[in-house]
């Protein structure tokens, strides 16, 4: 199946170029371990080259009107609609995940495209009538150059639909690609070179050192969008500050508890605990519902049901569309799922089913762990607390909904909840009692576009896929004409 490697590129000021050390970084297709492809791996010096191209190519597009700006996003869109098998089949061997799902990936990518176009006119400026002579207004203007950095569970999808909102407000953008899983970026370059004007978009792979935290701390770079873990978040947000005074919105982590009431409809509810989940990506999903809030009515019956499911999973070659999960991302990511694995068992928690790799010659090489749900699992452990990404899945027990809250809300982490009740008077409290960016009622796992998708506490800051990140890439300007 990995016969053709694939050796991709950066787009840099219009060229699809190799980095300027001559260094590469090989990628490999998890599910087999054979080498798939390489990307150049980008210097200090490819990104201030890129930097340079986004700079000089950013006031024309500033120039353009809205409608312009749109219809080439929409162009972009539609280009990668028609590429979409390649993409998909790239990174279907690229990451692992599964492509029956990632078939959404491009879809996705290219909606947000076409959703901020749509929003063109929403960069408007307000009147203020602060005097009685006076004409007070606000412009919104583009930062300049933006960054955006992405992780490796959705590469493709993350680095496209990445652009949309800061191009739309008319910057220039560099983005970089994650480490592992970065061969589906040099596609996205190809497209952005046939479709926009030649510097407005630059990708550039490399390692988070030195290549992230050189566009992070770049002069000329004063808007960044992360997406990855809350150390690197940190991190950004550190050198962010030591570089200049620069806006910073950051997607992280989650441990998204799943709080099932025993009024629950239990059918459904099984049923959203496995796809909130997200097992088509191995579980490495920001958003996944990992912690499982069981009320002690229905604790028992419900792990042995999810339980069931889990078992049920079929695991196999993410390019075959009836597999419904494939393997974990990396040899890294495999020794982190594996190191939960062994913490969960150090301190007692109780194995239900998963935590090995699965059995079977197909699964002797490559990344794979079979879907793992722990029970008696206390919130002091480690698999409670800390975000595994990965395909674990832990339960824990509450008797009353002042402890479910204190369950809910006892991690550092705040993205997503889902409440499961048919009580309105509960799923009303509990939807201003929770502490997450994202609550859902009686479902869990999809976003819905408008509507702000970000975390609380160290989840991130900052709302996306909304009309708030297309206004968080302007910067207001209050204008006063006076007679
Ligand atoms: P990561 O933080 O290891 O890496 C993300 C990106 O940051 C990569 O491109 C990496 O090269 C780069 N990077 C690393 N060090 C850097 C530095 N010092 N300066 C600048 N850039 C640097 O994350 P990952 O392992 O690729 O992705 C998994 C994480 O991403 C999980 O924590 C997951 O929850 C999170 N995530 C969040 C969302 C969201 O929307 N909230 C979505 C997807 C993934």
Redesign the pocket.
């Known amino acids: 199946m990995d016969s053709t490697k694939f050796e991709g590129r950066m787009l840099i000021g219009g060229e699809m170029v190799a980095g300027s050390g001559g260094a590469w970084i090989d990628s490999e297709n998890p599910a087999t371990e054979q080498p798939l492809g390489r990307v150049p791996a980008g210097t200090a010096e490819d990104v201030r080259r890129a930097v340079d191209a986004a700079a000089a190519a950013q006031p024309d597009w500033a120039g353009k009107s809205v409608w312009e700006r749109a219809a080439l996003l929409r162009r972009l869109a539609g280009a990668i609609r028609a590429r979409g098998p390649e993409i998909l089949q790239l990174e279907a061997r690229d990451t692992g995940n599964t492509i029956a799902k990632l078939t959404a990936d491009v879809q996705i990518a290219a909606g947000y495209l076409e959703y901020f176009a749509g929003l063109a006119s929403e960069m408007k400026g307000e009147t203020v009538p602060a005097s009685a002579q006076g004409l007070h207004l606000t412009l919104r203007e583009p930062w300049g150059v933006v960054a955006r ?6 590469p493709f999808m ?1 680095a496209a639909a990445h652009l949309a909102a800061p191009l739309m407000a008319g910057n220039a953008v560099v983005v ?5 899983s970065p061969l589906s970026g040099s596609l996205l370059g190809e497209l952005c070179r046939e479709c926009l004007p030649a510097g407005l978009v630059n990708i550039v792979h ?4 030195p ?3 050189t ?2 701390r770049h002069p000329r770079v004063r808007r960044i969008g ?8 940190l ?2 947000q550190r ?1 962010a500050a030591e570089s200049g005074v620069k806006h910073v919105s950051l ?4 441990k998204n508890p799943f709080i099932v009431f025993p009024d629950a409809d239990l059918d459904k509810a099984v049923d959203m605990a496995v796809a909130g989940m997200n097992f088509s990506w191995a579980g ?4 996944s519902t990992s912690r499982l809030l069981l009320h002690e009515s229905i604790h028992e019956e419900f792990v042995e049901r999810v339980a069931a499911r889990l078992r049920a999973l079929r695991l196999g070659d993410p390019l075959d569309p009836a597999s419904e999960m494939g393997p974990v991302n990396s040899r890294r ?1 495999h020794e982190r799922v594996m190191g939960f694995v062994e913490s969960a068992r150090a301190e007692g928690a109780r194995l239900v089913t998963g935590g090995r790799r699965p059995p079977g010659e197909a699964f002797r090489r490559g990344y794979w762990v079979e879907p793992t749900l722990y029970d008696r699992v206390d919130p002091s452990m480690r698999v409670a607390r800390e ?1 595994v ?1 990965g395909p674990i899945v832990c339960a824990l027990r509450w008797s009353s909904e002042d402890e479910a809250v204190a369950l809910a809300n006892g991690t550092e982490y705040g ?1 997503t909840a889902a409440v499961w009740t048919r009580d309105l008077s509960t799923a009303m409290r509990m939807m201003r009692r929770v502490e997450a960016g994202t609550v859902w009622i009686n479902f869990a796992g999809q976003h819905f576009v408008g509507t702000p ?3 609380w506490k160290d ?2 800051l900052g709302g ?1 896929e909304c009309l708030e990140e297309l206004l968080s890439y302007t910067q207001v300007k209050a204008v006063h004409v006076l007679p």
């Open positions: 950095i992405v992780p490796f569970n959705h993350f970089k690609t994650p480490e592992t490399g390692l988070g050192l290549v992230g935290d566009l992070v992360f997406t990855g873990s809350v150390p690197t978040g991190a950004i050198a997607e992280l982590g989650g490495q999903s920001c958003g990511q975000e990404f993205l998708f970000g975390g989840s991130g996306e």
